[in-house]
């Protein structure tokens, strides 16, 4: 019996002692990688730190995390907003998603608060890759009354975020630092488009109408939609609804040429018939032309008058 | 002599062994931080931890984890072995080593779980919720002045409470002992010769 109770007591120790000897004599050459393994180092270097080697370590100033880049910035005048377009590289090897951002945008040069910015959606980074995120940047009527009093005829600002508030994969990530955004567009330049010259297709029942747009920012713009009614001047009637004719790259701070085309409805073919009987033109009104690019939304303030639009051969 | 099986003791070498191999599949306690960024699954058979898609063991964890198979194991069934013979002279010491083990892993988890949560509470004041959710900010030490908040999850799973329950069946094992040897004692005295005679076959157990 007494062999027997030293069996199971030697049994005891053995089983808890002879993995971790194991374990000692395998790693006997640095005890240290018992606890942390060369694949802890890693993830520590990567983030920066140097805590093993008796240093304080720092998540975020690793050269594997580095803060966002700006790409280009796009504005909508009607909703006092600027779209910022930012790229983030996700450096590891896990999807992160971005909840939310938020922070208040700063003018640089006078420390002005022009508004806050916000991220338009909930944004996946894939693992290791590189993804463009949505900024939405509100500014606020005192920001406009800066932009006409400290910034008169400039076509952008120098903006910096501060306060950021961001939301990735549920953890909170707060700064007090400011990041520079870039020179931000600014509505105090956008021109409406102007008026060059309107076609006639007499077969195809339609009116191709010419315009001019200048493109007031540093980026390019897509001219991706344009809208607008075609009225019959003298009688206020809608004759039909134009659309672009084809999509538009308007390089920086120029100027580029774009079309829209106007079916005339059937509505519009009996008013020809009842008002204009006999007419071999008439006189329309382009109203609420309504330009789409990259975001922006530029609605046009008064309407062009287009005189003479043929309406038989 | 009367055949007698320790029914608890029966039941709790079944659910330790089986409690052994459901936890290496499926964790004792789960702690996440934010939206799986962090992961660690924590029994003591098997640990592991996720952090931002890199999984990875700790070697002094491993071999803490195949102890605790070891020790569990060998508890089980010593506890089994001895549920289906407790009379034979041997169980008591059988019994003695079998069933203080499931309850000895527990406790020894339940502890560490807990000083784990005091030494990240006090060291960088960081509160780990042992179930439910807590925030708590990331020292900024290490964080370059940012101001990280962390959500974290705990949760006790069910092979957890298969523990308790395992380790209370084994520790009624001991009790019910008592009672199933008393009436084979009563009847081995009773056979026994009066005087004179030696009782060394007849020894408590």
């Known amino acids: 019996m007494n062999v027997f109770g030293a069996i199971l007591a030697i049994l005891n120790v053995v089983m808890i002692l002879g993995p971790v000897a194991g374990v000692a004599v395998i790693y006997r050459d640095n005890l240290q990688q018992t606890v942390i393994t060369p694949q802890i180092q890693d993830l ?24 966002p880049q700006f790409v280009s910035a796009t504005a909508d005048v009607a909703a006092r907003s600027v779209t910022l377009v930012v790229n983030f590289t996700n450096p590891f090897n896990y999807d992160l998603i971005v909840n939310s ?54 076509s952008s600002v120098a903006a910096e975020i501060v306060g950021l508030t961001a939301n990735v994969n549920g953890i909170t990530i707060q700064s007090d630092q400011a990041y520079p955004i870039g020179d931000l567009p600014i509505s105090a330049n956008i021109a409406p488009p102007t008026f060059v010259s309107a076609t006639p297709d007499l077969a195809g029942r339609s009116v191709s109408i010419v315009f ?41 701070d120029a100027t580029s040429r774009f079309t829209i085309i106007c079916h005339w409805t059937a509505d519009a073919e009996i008013h020809f018939a009842a008002q204009h009987a006999g007419a071999t033109s008439i006189d329309v009104d382009v109203t609420g032309l309504t330009v789409s690019e990259n975001g922006v939304t530029v609605v046009a303030p008064s309407s062009y008058h287009v005189p003479g639009v043929p309406l038989t051969g | 002599m009367q055949s007698k099986i320790n029914y608890f003791g029966l039941a709790g070498g079944i659910a330790t062994i089986v409690l052994v191999d459901v936890s290496v599949f499926v964790p004792w306690w789960v702690l996440s931080v934010g939206q799986g960024l962090v992961k660690a699954n924590v029994t003591p058979v098997y640990t592991d931890f996720n952090i931002v898609g890199n999984a990875f063991t700790v070697p002094l964890l491993l071999a803490m984890n195949v102890a605790s198979v070891l020790f569990m194991t060998a508890g089980g069934v010593a506890i089994l072995a001895y549920s289906v013979l407790p009379s034979k002279s041997y169980a008591k010491r059988l019994l003695g080593f079998g069933y203080s083990k499931p309850l000895f892993s527990l406790i020894v988890f339940v502890v560490l779980l ?73 009847t081995a005295v009773s056979t026994l010769p009066t005087a004179g005679t030696s009782n060394a076959e007849s020894k408590p157990i």
Not at chain 1, 56 to 64: R, T, Y
Not at chain 1, 223 to 244: E, K, M, N, P, Y
Not at chain 2, 170 to 185: D, G, Q, T, W
Request: glycine share 6%; aromatic share 8%.
């Open chain 1, 212 to 252: 001019d747009f200048t493109n007031p920012f540093n980026t390019t713009l897509n001219l991706d939609s344009v809208s607008a009614d075609i009225v019959c001047s003298q009688h206020g009637f809608t004759l039909g609804h134009a659309s672009l004719a084809n999509p538009v790259v308007i390089p920086p």
């Open chain 1, 101 to 154: 951002i938020s922070a208040d945008v700063v003018c640089v040069e006078h420390n002005f608060n022009l508004g806050y910015a916000v991220l338009v959606e909930p944004t996946n980074l894939p693992a290791n890759q590189t993804a463009d995120f949505n900024i939405a940047c509100t500014w606020t009527q005192a920001a406009e009354d800066h932009f006409l009093t400290e910034h008169t005829g400039a």
């Open chain 2, 114 to 186: 807990v000083a784990l949560q005091q030494i990240l509470r006090m060291t960088v004041n960081l509160n780990v919720p042992l179930f439910g959710s807590a925030t708590s900010v990331l020292p900024q030490s290490i964080t370059s002045g940012t101001t990280v908040t962390l959500l974290m999850q705990a949760e006790f799973q069910w092979p957890f409470y298969l523990a308790i329950a395992s380790a209370g069946l084994c520790l009624a094992a001991r009790f019910y002992h008592k009672k199933i040897v008393s009436p084979v004692l009563t």
């Open chain 1, 44 to 67: 520590i270097t990567a983030s920066g730190g140097n805590a093993v080697n008796g240093g304080s370590m720092d998540l975020f100033s690793g050269q594997g995390f580095a803060l």
